[in-house]
């Protein structure tokens, strides 16, 4: 997918919640 790492970091730590 096409997202920024800053972007990508939050969006990942909400997925792993």
Known sequence: YVM???SAAPLVL????
Do not use: A, K, L
Not at 14 to 17: G, L, P, Q, V, Y
């Open 4 to 6: 920024d790492p800053s």
């Open 14 to 17: 909400s997925m792993i919640e």
